[in-house]
């Protein structure tokens, strides 16, 4: 017969708390990560086609350049 100590259970929960904070915490990450390119957009979005082309980006290529560290540019 298996003898089951409470501190084994403890262990176990432990590291199913664990894994379940880390999956919530890679998700809050990547909500955050997502609401700060959208309000870059928008922000961008509101900059007049003169201000834009002073930082060298065109209306057309906005979404590109918010994202362009990760689609390689």
């Known amino acids: 017969m298996a003898v089951i100590h409470p501190t084994d259970l403890k262990d176990d929960l432990r590291a199913q708390a664990d894994r379940l904070f ?31 082309a002073r930082l060298g980006v065109r209306r057309d290529k906005l979404i590109e350049y918010v994202f362009r560290d990760k689609l390689g540019y």
């Open 22 to 52: 880390a999956q919530m915490g890679q998700g809050f990450n990547a909500y955050l990560e997502r609401l700060s390119r959208q309000r870059e957009v928008e922000r961008l979005n509101a900059m007049s086609d003169a201000e834009l």
